[in-house]
Each structure stands twice: as structure tokens, then as C-alpha cells.
């Protein structure tokens, strides 16, 4: 029977669950293709009907609109542009409706065909009829009108004529006195008097023949406009009879001509004819009108119920899309289900018989490396893990008869060598040994030194925040020193973040200005610390010429020093571990050198130790027998630290008596006024007033943060998620927003992003533990102002305030504080503060003195007080003082006031600075 290889099995096991794999991808690829095309189909079907119904809509609105306005148009442009906006939103209600019956299910009911275009069409004839008629209404008005004043004008003219004959008549009765005029004037009477009268009647006929003549165009039904026929027809009757009394027969001729025109407009094709005429046309208008709106309405209403159909199919559809759904997915949820049991199953037999079986050999392997041989491994198959296993056999029995060989050859060598070949091959095979678990180690080490930030943060925050609060002097020198000692492993750290990405940190340097007496005072804490510890003796010695302040990289000669110092107490298990500091001048550059020695009285070590001092993972048999932990790691790195510094590292020893290692690093000489900038990393005394939200989800990170704040005066909001900043910006102002870029919820590229969309916005600052550089471009790629990293610098903090709100005040008390601490390094804390408060009292003095002085007294006093105020830093004041000094004469009232109003802002910054610099508490302030 042939055997399956374990390298068929191993491809078996994988084959089968990459295809178990691909079938449930391609079934779920099924179930997903299905309800996209699903949706997709009611999408297809359900919208394109939604969008006709509602342009059908939309088109019956405007159909409405413009039949209702066919009644008023006025114009044949008015009415061409009706009727052909009018056709088009009819053409396109037509069109969707054939559209619309060809998407919606059979049982939608559609007409077959519409009246809406032959209604139209009538209409816009009956329209156009309507119009031409008018314009001849108007046309014939006018001409009746005109005839109508024209006869009006010859019947004033006979009544005038009528009214002159009456007149001479009756002068002429009363020209001959001596004859009785009444016969006459009944004759007179007879003849003219009445035919006047009938003239005057005739002209009030014609004239509201005329009126009524002009009021026909106007009526808007056919009752009124027969009413005014019957009424016209019964006024010209009237007229003709009173034709007659018209004195004049021509005039009689021509008003008869005029009164038969004024008889043709009311025949039927006549004024009032056409008339009649036109409010037909306008009646079959509206009829046809509102036929028209009818029509639209009930395809418009065919249309909706269309849709309504169309979308309860759709949503048939979908139930019945929904129904086979679930039953897919049910069926992909059980071969999810068989697929996980197969693969469960076929992962327990890989365990069992793969990697079990592997995992048998490694630890025997691991086992018989240590040189635990025990009995023969049991073969558990005929594959490859079978033949391992007797691979294995066999090298626990070479191993085993190489041990015995070891031993024996071990014993002969002893007897003729002694000690010297013993201990070097203990120390090769501690090398490799140790060599094999760096490497092993390195992966580990580069994740858990990142890390190390979150809590290093932590740490350099609270050290910082109790060395500010701390005023006892020998607890805020220990304070001091654990705070040096975090901010060097935060440098170690980056060290080591930067090893493990893959770039050489050997060359890689950090100068910075440092006052040599503070390394040295730190490292002599450190010694003294872990010497109390073993009961040793701690002595430090540092040369009396020595520079105080040196430039170089005073981390890495911290860690140099470190290392040797913990070495010589590891060593040493009674007597003195001295420190010696001492320096020499470089003939050729001028630049001093620094010598370090770490002496101790310890184990010591051979010549054959000594040589391999160095050397990576070399211990003597000493350290290994007394049991004292380490791997000999520190000076190997210690080694490469001094090389990378420029210097060397030397060792003497001798076996028994004890060592002593020397360190020489060239440096450089410091600038003292940088070494504050450069050291003190914490600025107490500040108060920025900012509302500050602190974004972080670490417990840890917050409370640094707003320790660092509230002691720059700043009001802390905190919040653990992006969400929840956003929230508290919507109901708050900020002026800071300190945001963590790996937040739960949300990037903190994502909350800056939603904070900057506010009018308010506060100034975004990022906050991460990578090591990432605070650029331009970092700043411009992530939307932030400033990138800070953690730990988190409150240096950096308050340059970070003071770009967000500029503060001049702040400035200038920070130069106070500046000088304070300058003057306290070099006198020394008492000397200082008995120097600013012997100037605190003796100011009010002075500025009284200054202004009861004649001119020549008064500058010299105000030339004094400026020095003893430029010793302080105290502009402002100076400023004053400089123009007081420049005066000529009496000093005027304005300048008084400003002198005597910048002595009490000095006198209250020194005030301030003597708090914050630890050198009087608040209650011992000094009162103006």
C-alpha cells in the first residue's frame, strides 16, 4: 500500500480548505449577484415609471394653466405661442402615456386613443376665429362711432338753427310795438317751437344710440347683447320719426344716409351680429377648455394608477426576490456552517497529526540542544515527520556519545590546561547561545520599545508635574534626576525605534548644551542609589577647573555611564565605587576633553577576561557563579556608544582587587544661555488662560496632559472618543484641541477634518506615540497645526498656546523666570532670593526718590535703577526708566504715571517668579 508523503497531506489540507473557501465565495458571489439583479430589475421597472407619471404630471399642470389662459389671449403672437407650448405639453402627456402603457403590467387600464389633440385643434381655430373677429368689431365700432358723432354734429347744428328762427321770429313780433304779438307767437308756437323740442329729443336719441352702440363690444353674454339689439332697433325708429322736423333738407338728406349705416350695424352681420358671433366662439373656447382640462385629468389620474400598478408588481417582486433571498442565505448560512465543521475537522487532524507531531520534535530538538537526551523518540508514521523522528534518533545518539566524548575529552583537557581552555569554551558557548536568543529577540524588542511610549509618557509627565510641585530641595534633586533619567530612556527608546525600522543608530547624535556639574550630579545619584542598595561606599569627584558648561551628546555619556556604574555595584560586593571626572584641553582644537572613570574594589577580572571585556555576551565565570544577572550586553553597547561619541573606553583590572574603566569624549565648550532653553523642559509660573479639549483614550495620556495644562493655567475638557469631541465642540468653544491620531472610534485625521468645518474652530495639535516628524508636509498630509510626540514636551505644550493666543505679558514674565533660574544656577537658590527681595523692598524707595530728585539726581537715580532692573529682565520697566533718564526738565504727569505704573507690574512679575521658580511660596508675597 503506498504511503501518503506529508508534504501531500500538508497540500491536501490546504487544497481542501481553499476550495471549501472558494465554494462558499462563489456561492455568497451567487446570493449577492442575485439580489443586485433583483434590485436592479425593480429599480429598472419602478423608477422609469415614477418619472413618467410624474412628468405626465407636471406636463397636465401646465396643460391646465395655458387652456385656462386661451380665454384672455389677445394677440395672434400671444395665441401662436400659447397653442404651440399648449401642443407640446399635449404631445409629450401623449407620449408618456405610450411609454407608460408599454412598462405597466397588462391589467393597467389605458385608453387606445385621445381627443386631446383634436380638442386643440379646435381650439386654437375657434381662437384665432375669435380674435379676427374682434379686431373687425373693433374695426366696425369705430366707424359707427365715428358716424354717430357726425350725426350728432349735424343735429346740434339744425337744433341750433331750430333755435335761431325761434329768436328773430319773437324779435321780430316785438319790433312793431302797436301790434299784438300772441297771434304771432302762437303761430310761432305752432311752427317752431314744437319742431325744436322733437330736435331736441332727437339729439338725447342719437346720443344714447351712441353710447349704447359703444357698449356692445364690451357685453359678455348673449342676453345682454340681444337686449341691446332690441334697444338700438327700437332707438332708430324713434330717430326716423323725428327726422322729419329737420329744418334743413339736405341736412334731412345727409343724417338719413348716416342713420341707415347706424341701421347696418345691428342687422345680423352688423355689430351686434358679430358680436353674438364672438361670445359663441368664446362659449365653444371654454367649453373645449374645460374639456381639454378633463381630458389631461383623467390621463394623468391613468397615469398614477399606472405607477401604483407598476410599483405593486415591483414590490411582488421584491417580496417574492425576498423569499428566495432567505432561502439562499439560509442555505450559504449551512454550507458556512459545513464548510467551518469540515475545516474544524480538518484543522484537528493537521494539529494531531501535523503539527503535533512537529511540535514533538521541536521540543525533543530543543531538549537534546540543552542536553537532555532522555529515551529514543517513538516513530509515529513513514512520512517525512517519520523520518525526522529517526533523524532525530540518531542525533540524540550522536549527541549523547559526543556529550560522553565532550566529557571525557573536558576532563583530559582540564588535567593538562587547566582553567584558561575551560573557560573559553564556557564563554564561546555562552556567546552563541546568547548571540542566537538576541537575534530570536529582536522583533520582540522593537515592538515592545514602542510600546514603552505610552507609559514612559506617564512617567516623564507625573516626574515632571511632582518635580514642579515638589519643594523640599534633596526631594526635588532625586526628582530631577528620575526625571533626566526618563527623559534618556525616552532618547534610548527613539534609539531603538529607529534600530528596529532598520536604519544604523551608531552615528546618529543628539548635542545638546549641558552644565557639566548637573551630568555629574545626576550620574553621582544614580551611584548612590544603587550602592545603598549593597551597602558600598559612593564617592564622586569632580575637578574643581572643570568647564561648566559643555556641548555634546549628554545621552549617550548618561548611558555610557550608566552602564558602568551598574556593572561596578553588580561587581562589587563590599568597599568603594568612586566616580572621577576630569578634563584636559585639546592642543590642536582647543576644545576641552572630558575623562570619566568608574572605579570599584569588586571581583575584578583575568587577563584571558579582560581581553574579552567587550565582547558581545562575555561573563566571567565569576559573575556566573555568583549568580549576578545580565547577559554582558552593557559593555558591548557601551563600546559602541563611545565610538559613535568620537572618544574611547578603556579598562583595568586585575583579578580580586577590582576595575576600573575610563571614558574620553572630546566635546565642545557650551553656551550657558542655551542650556535653559535646552535642559529645563518644564515651565512653572506660566499662566495661559485656554480652554484646552484633551482627545485621548488613555487614562494614563490624560492625566499628563492635563496636569501640563492646568499648571500652565489652562481649563481642561477631556474626551475618550472622536465622537464625543465632536459632540462637546458643538455645545462649547475651544481655543486648543490636543486630538490622538489612533483613537477607538475614529483617525484623528477624521475629527480634525470635522472640527475644521466649524466657524470656530479651535487650533488642531496632534498627538502620537510613532515618531512621527513635526514638518510641513506631516502637518499639510494629517490637517494639523503641530505634531507632538509623546511623551509630551510641556515646553512644547506652552509654544503651542502661545501660537494658538499670542500673549506679550506672558513673554515678558517668562524672561523674569528666565533669568531667575540663570542667577539660581550660578549663586545658588538663597543667594538669589535674598538678591530680588532686597530689590523688592528697596523699590518703593527708589521710585519715591526718583521723583522728589532734582534733574541731574533724578538720572543717576533712574540710571541705577534701570541696571539693578536689567539684572532681571524687566523691559518694560527699563523702558520707563531710560526715558526718565533722557529728560531734561520736570518730569511731566503722564510720565510719572507710567513709571509708577511699571514699578508695580516689575515688582508683581518678580513676585510671580520668585513662586514659580520655587524660590518663595505665594504666601510670602511682598506687598507694593
Same mark, same amino acid.
Not at 248 to 264: E, G, I, K, Y
Not at 451 to 460: F, H, K, Q, V
Not at 581 to 594: C, F, K
Given at each position: 500500500?503506498?504511503?501518503?508523503?506529508?508534504?501531500?497531506?500538508?497540500?491536501?489540507?490546504?487544497?481542501?480548505?481553499?476550495?471549501?473557501?472558494?465554494?462558499?465565495?462563489?456561492?455568497?458571489?451567487?446570493?449577492?449577484?442575485?439580489?443586485?439583479?433583483?434590485?436592479?430589475?425593480?429599480?429598472?421597472?419602478?423608477?422609469?415609471?415614477?418619472?413618467?407619471?410624474?412628468?405626465?404630471?407636471?406636463?397636465?399642470?401646465?396643460?391646465?394653466?395655458?387652456?385656462?389662459?386661451?380665454?384672455?389671449?389677445?394677440?395672434?403672437?400671444?395665441?401662436?405661442?400659447?397653442?404651440?407650448?399648449?401642443?407640446?405639453?399635449?404631445?409629450?402627456?401623449?407620449?408618456?402615456?405610450?411609454?407608460?402603457?408599454?412598462?405597466?403590467?397588462?391589467?393597467?387600464?389605458?385608453?387606445?386613443?385621445?381627443?386631446?389633440?383634436?380638442?386643440?385643434?379646435?381650439?386654437?381655430?375657434?381662437?384665432?376665429?375669435?380674435?379676427?373677429?374682434?379686431?373687425?368689431?373693433?374695426?366696425?365700432?369705430?366707424?359707427?362711432?365715428?358716424?354717430?358723432?357726425?350725426?350728432?354734429?349735424?343735429?346740434?347744428?339744425?337744433?341750433?338753427?331750430?333755435?335761431?328762427?325761434?329768436?328773430?321770429?319773437?324779435?321780430?313780433?316785438?319790433?312793431?310795438?302797436?301790434?299784438?304779438?300772441?297771434?304771432?307767437?302762437?303761430?310761432?308756437?305752432?311752427?317752431?317751437?314744437?319742431?325744436?323740442?322733437?330736435?331736441?329729443?332727437?339729439?338725447?336719441?342719437?346720443?344714447?344710440?351712441?353710447?349704447?352702440?359703444?357698449?356692445?363690444?364690451?357685453?359678455?353674454?348673449?342676453?345682454?347683447?340681444?337686449?341691446?339689439?332690441?334697444?338700438?332697433?327700437?332707438?332708430?325708429?324713434?330717430?326716423?320719426?323725428?327726422?322729419?322736423?329737420?329744418?334743413?333738407?339736405?341736412?334731412?338728406?345727409?343724417?338719413?344716409?348716416?342713420?341707415?349705416?347706424?341701421?347696418?350695424?345691428?342687422?345680423?352681420?352688423?355689430?351686434?351680429?358679430?358680436?353674438?358671433?364672438?361670445?359663441?366662439?368664446?362659449?365653444?373656447?371654454?367649453?373645449?377648455?374645460?374639456?381639454?382640462?378633463?381630458?389631461?385629468?383623467?390621463?394623468?389620474?391613468?397615469?398614477?394608477?399606472a405607477r401604483d400598478a407598476v410599483q405593486a408588481d415591483g414590490a411582488a417582486q421584491i417580496a417574492l426576490a425576498s423569499q428566495r433571498s432567505s432561502v439562499l442565505v439560509s442555505g450559504l448560512f449551512l454550507a458556512v456552517v459545513s464548510v467551518a465543521l469540515v475545516a474544524a475537522m480538518l484543522l484537528v487532524y493537521a494539529r494531531r497529526r501535523l503539527i503535533g507531531r512537529l511540535s514533538e520534535i521541536s521540543q525533543r530538538i530543543v531538549a537534546v540542544a540543552?542536553?537532555?537526551?532522555?529515551?529514543?523518540?517513538?516513530?509515529?508514521?513513514?512520512?517525512?515527520?517519520?523520518?525526522?523522528?529517526?533523524?532525530?534518533?540518531?542525533?540524540?545518539?550522536?549527541?549523547?556519545?559526543?556529550?560522553?566524548?565532550?566529557?571525557?575529552?573536558?576532563?583530559?583537557?582540564?588535567?593538562?590546561?587547566?582553567?584558561?581552555?575551560?573557560?573559553?569554551?564556557?564563554?564561546?558557548?555562552?556567546?552563541?547561545?546568547?548571540?542566537?536568543?538576541?537575534?530570536?529577540?529582536?522583533?520582540?524588542?522593537?515592538?515592545?520599545?514602542?510600546?514603552?511610549?505610552?507609559?514612559?509618557?506617564?512617567?516623564?509627565?507625573?516626574?515632571?508635574?511632582?518635580?514642579?510641585?515638589?519643594?523640599?530641595?534633596?526631594?526635588?534633586?532625586?526628582?530631577?534626576?528620575?526625571?533626566?533619567?526618563?527623559?534618556?530612556?525616552?532618547?534610548?527608546?527613539?534609539?531603538?525605534?529607529?534600530?528596529?525600522?532598520?536604519?544604523?543608530?551608531?552615528?546618529?547624535?543628539?548635542?545638546?548644551?549641558?552644565?557639566?556639574?548637573?551630568?555629574?550630579?545626576?550620574?553621582?545619584?544614580?551611584?548612590?542609589?544603587?550602592?545603598?542598595?549593597?551597602?558600598?561606599?559612593?564617592?564622586?569627584?569632580?575637578?574643581?577647573?572643570?568647564?561648566?558648561?559643555?556641548?555634546?551628546?549628554?545621552?549617550?555619556?548618561?548611558?555610557?555611564?550608566?552602564?558602568?556604574?551598574?556593572?561596578?555595584?553588580?561587581?562589587?560586593?563590599?568597599?568603594?565605587?568612586?566616580?572621577?571626572?576630569?578634563?584636559?584641553?585639546?592642543?590642536?582644537?582647543?576644545?576641552?576633553?572630558?575623562?570619566?572613570?568608574?572605579?570599584?574594589?569588586?571581583?575584578?577580572?583575568?587577563?584571558?577576561?579582560?581581553?574579552?571585556?567587550?565582547?558581545?555576551?562575555?561573563?566571567?565565570?565569576?559573575?556566573?557563579?555568583?549568580?549576578?544577572?545580565?547577559?554582558?550586553?552593557?559593555?558591548?553597547?557601551?563600546?559602541?556608544?563611545?565610538?559613535?561619541?568620537?572618544?574611547?573606553?578603556?579598562?583595568?583590572?586585575?583579578?580580586?582587587?577590582?576595575?576600573?574603566?575610563?571614558?574620553?569624549?572630546?566635546?565642545?565648550?557650551?553656551?550657558?544661555?542655551?542650556?535653559?532653553?535646552?535642559?529645563?523642559?518644564?515651565?512653572?509660573?506660566?499662566?495661559?488662560?485656554?480652554?484646552?479639549?484633551?482627545?485621548?483614550?488613555?487614562?494614563?495620556?490624560?492625566?499628563?496632559?492635563?496636569?501640563?495644562? #492646568?499648571? +500652565? /493655567?489652562?481649563? $481642561? *475638557?477631556? !474626551?475618550?472618543?472622536?465622537?464625543?469631541?465632536?459632540? &462637546?465642540? %458643538? @455645545?462649547?468653544?475651544?481655543?486648543?484641541?490636543?486630538?490622538?491620531?489612533?483613537?477607538?472610534?475614529?483617525?484623528?485625521?477624521?475629527?480634525?477634518?470635522?472640527?475644521?468645518?466649524?466657524?470656530?474652530?479651535?487650533?488642531?495639535?496632534?498627538?502620537?506615540?510613532?515618531?512621527?516628524?513635526?514638518?510641513?508636509?506631516?502637518?499639510?498630509?494629517?490637517?494639523?497645526?503641530?505634531?507632538?510626540?509623546?511623551?509630551?514636551?510641556?515646553?512644547?505644550?506652552?509654544?503651542?498656546?502661545?501660537?494658538?493666543?499670542?500673549?506679550?505679558?506672558?513673554?515678558?514674565?517668562?524672561?523674569?523666570?528666565?533669568?531667575?533660574?540663570?542667577?539660581? #544656577?550660578? +549663586? /545658588?537658590?538663597? $543667594? *538669589?532670593? !535674598?538678591?530680588?527681595?532686597?530689590?523688592?523692598?528697596? &523699590?518703593? %524707595? @527708589?521710585?519715591?526718590?526718583?521723583?522728589?530728585?532734582?534733574?541731574?539726581?533724578?538720572?543717576?537715580?533712574?540710571?541705577?535703577?534701570?541696571?539693578?532692573?536689567?539684572?532681571?529682565?524687566?523691559?518694560?520697566?527699563?523702558?520707563?526708566?531710560?526715558?526718565?533718564?533722557?529728560?531734561?526738565?520736570?518730569?511731566?504727569?503722564?510720565?510719572?504715571?507710567?513709571?509708577?505704573?511699571?514699578?508695580m507690574e516689575a515688582a508683581e512679575s518678580l513676585e510671580a517668579a520668585l513662586v514659580a521658580t520655587g524660590l518663595q511660596s505665594a504666601a510670602g508675597s511682598t506687598n507694593w
Open positions: 500500500m503506498r504511503r501518503t508523503s506529508f508534504d501531500t497531506r500538508l497540500i491536501q489540507v490546504l487544497s481542501a480548505m481553499a476550495a471549501m473557501a472558494i465554494i462558499v465565495g462563489l456561492a455568497a458571489i451567487g446570493v449577492n449577484r442575485y439580489l443586485i439583479s433583483t434590485k436592479n430589475a425593480f429599480v429598472e421597472t419602478t423608477l422609469p415609471a415614477t418619472t413618467l407619471a410624474s412628468r405626465i404630471g407636471a406636463s397636465s399642470e401646465l396643460v391646465g394653466a395655458l387652456a385656462a389662459a386661451f380665454v384672455q389671449v389677445d394677440t395672434q403672437e400671444d395665441l401662436a405661442q400659447i397653442a404651440e407650448t399648449l401642443k407640446l405639453a399635449v404631445d409629450d402627456i401623449e407620449d408618456g402615456m405610450q411609454e407608460l402603457a408599454a412598462i405597466a403590467p397588462p391589467e393597467a387600464d389605458f385608453p387606445q386613443t385621445s381627443r386631446t389633440r383634436d380638442i386643440l385643434e379646435r381650439m386654437t381655430v375657434n381662437a384665432g376665429a375669435e380674435l379676427q373677429l374682434a379686431a373687425r368689431i373693433q374695426q366696425v365700432g369705430e366707424h359707427v362711432a365715428l358716424d354717430g358723432a357726425r350725426l350728432d354734429a349735424l343735429i346740434e347744428a339744425e337744433t341750433d338753427l331750430a333755435r335761431l328762427r325761434i329768436t328773430a321770429g319773437i324779435a321780430d313780433l316785438y319790433a312793431s310795438p302797436e301790434e299784438d304779438p300772441r297771434p304771432g307767437l302762437d303761430r310761432l308756437a305752432d311752427r317752431y317751437f314744437f319742431g325744436f323740442e322733437r330736435l331736441t329729443e332727437l339729439a338725447r336719441l342719437i346720443d344714447a344710440m351712441r353710447i349704447q352702440f359703444q357698449q356692445v363690444p364690451d357685453l359678455n353674454t348673449p342676453e345682454d347683447v340681444q337686449a341691446a339689439h332690441e334697444s338700438l332697433a327700437r332707438t332708430l325708429v324713434l330717430v326716423q320719426r323725428r327726422m322729419v322736423f329737420l329744418p334743413s333738407p339736405q341736412v334731412a338728406l345727409d343724417a338719413t344716409s348716416l342713420l341707415q349705416r347706424q341701421q347696418a350695424a345691428i342687422g345680423s352681420e352688423g355689430l351686434t351680429g358679430m358680436a353674438l358671433e364672438r361670445l359663441a366662439l368664446r362659449a365653444g373656447i371654454a367649453s373645449d377648455s374645460a374639456l381639454l382640462q378633463s381630458t389631461i385629468a383623467e390621463l394623468a389620474a391613468r397615469a398614477r394608477l540543552r542536553g537532555d537526551y532522555g529515551n529514543p523518540m517513538p516513530i509515529s508514521g513513514h512520512d517525512e515527520i517519520g523520518r525526522m523522528e529517526k533523524a532525530l534518533n540518531i542525533l540524540r545518539r550522536r549527541a549523547q556519545d559526543e556529550a560522553r566524548l565532550r566529557d571525557s575529552l573536558e576532563e583530559a583537557v582540564i588535567a593538562r590546561t587547566g582553567d584558561v581552555v575551560a573557560e573559553m569554551r564556557a564563554s564561546n558557548a555562552a556567546r552563541a547561545d546568547a548571540e542566537a536568543a538576541n537575534r530570536s529577540k529582536s522583533a520582540f524588542l522593537a515592538r515592545m520599545s514602542h510600546e514603552i511610549r505610552t507609559p514612559l509618557n506617564g512617567i516623564i509627565g507625573m516626574l515632571d508635574l511632582l518635580e514642579a510641585e515638589t519643594e523640599d530641595p534633596e526631594r526635588k534633586a532625586r526628582t530631577k534626576t528620575a526625571l533626566s533619567s526618563a527623559r534618556d530612556l525616552r532618547e534610548i527608546t527613539n534609539d531603538i525605534l529607529t534600530f528596529a525600522s532598520g536604519e544604523t543608530t551608531a552615528d546618529r547624535g543628539n548635542p545638546v548644551h549641558f552644565v557639566l556639574r548637573e551630568l555629574v550630579g545626576q550620574m553621582g545619584h544614580h551611584l548612590q542609589s544603587l550602592a545603598a542598595q549593597k551597602g558600598l561606599a559612593a564617592v564622586v569627584d569632580l575637578s574643581e577647573s572643570a568647564p561648566v558648561v559643555l556641548y555634546g551628546d549628554a545621552v549617550k555619556i548618561r548611558q555610557i555611564l550608566g552602564n558602568l556604574i551598574s556593572n561596578a555595584v553588580k561587581y562589587t560586593r563590599e568597599g568603594t565605587v568612586t566616580l572621577t571626572v576630569d578634563h584636559a584641553m585639546d592642543e590642536r582644537s582647543g576644545q576641552p576633553v572630558l575623562s570619566f572613570t568608574v572605579a570599584d574594589t569588586g571581583t575584578g577580572m583575568t587577563s584571558q577576561a579582560l581581553a574579552r571585556a567587550f565582547d558581545a555576551y562575555a561573563r566571567a565565570d565569576s559573575a556566573r557563579q555568583a549568580g549576578i544577572e545580565g547577559l554582558g550586553l552593557g559593555l558591548a553597547i557601551s563600546r559602541s556608544l563611545t565610538e559613535a561619541l568620537g572618544g574611547a573606553l578603556s579598562v583595568e583590572s586585575e583579578a580580586g582587587v577590582g576595575s576600573r574603566f575610563s571614558l574620553t569624549v572630546p566635546l565642545s565648550l557650551g553656551d550657558p544661555e542655551q542650556v535653559a532653553q535646552a535642559g529645563d523642559d518644564w515651565l512653572p509660573g506660566l499662566k495661559m488662560s485656554r480652554d484646552v479639549l484633551v482627545i485621548d483614550d488613555h487614562r494614563v495620556n490624560l492625566m499628563v496632559a492635563r496636569g501640563y495644562l #492646568e499648571k +500652565l /493655567g489652562c481649563r $481642561v *475638557t477631556e !474626551a475618550g472618543t472622536g465622537r464625543a469631541a465632536l459632540q &462637546l465642540c %458643538r @455645545a462649547q468653544r475651544f481655543d486648543l484641541a490636543l486630538i490622538d491620531l489612533d483613537l477607538p472610534d475614529m483617525r484623528g485625521e477624521e475629527v480634525a477634518a470635522e472640527l475644521r468645518r466649524h466657524e470656530d474652530a479651535p487650533m488642531l495639535v496632534a498627538l502620537t506615540a510613532h515618531l512621527a516628524q513635526d514638518t510641513a508636509e506631516s502637518r499639510a498630509r494629517l490637517g494639523f497645526a503641530r505634531i507632538l510626540t509623546k511623551p509630551i514636551s510641556p515646553r512644547a505644550l506652552a509654544e503651542v498656546l502661545e501660537q494658538c493666543v499670542p500673549d506679550t505679558a506672558i513673554r515678558d514674565d517668562m524672561s523674569v523666570i528666565e533669568s531667575l533660574r540663570a542667577d539660581t #544656577e550660578d +549663586l /545658588g537658590p538663597q $543667594v *538669589t532670593a !535674598a538678591i530680588v527681595r532686597e530689590f523688592l523692598d528697596d &523699590l518703593p %524707595r @527708589a521710585v519715591d526718590h526718583l521723583f522728589s530728585s532734582a534733574a541731574e539726581d533724578r538720572r543717576k537715580a533712574a540710571h541705577k535703577l534701570k541696571g539693578a532692573a536689567s539684572n532681571f529682565r524687566l523691559d518694560a520697566f527699563c523702558a520707563v526708566l531710560a526715558a526718565v533718564e533722557k529728560a531734561d526738565s520736570d518730569l511731566d504727569e503722564e510720565l510719572l504715571r507710567e513709571v509708577e505704573q511699571r514699578a
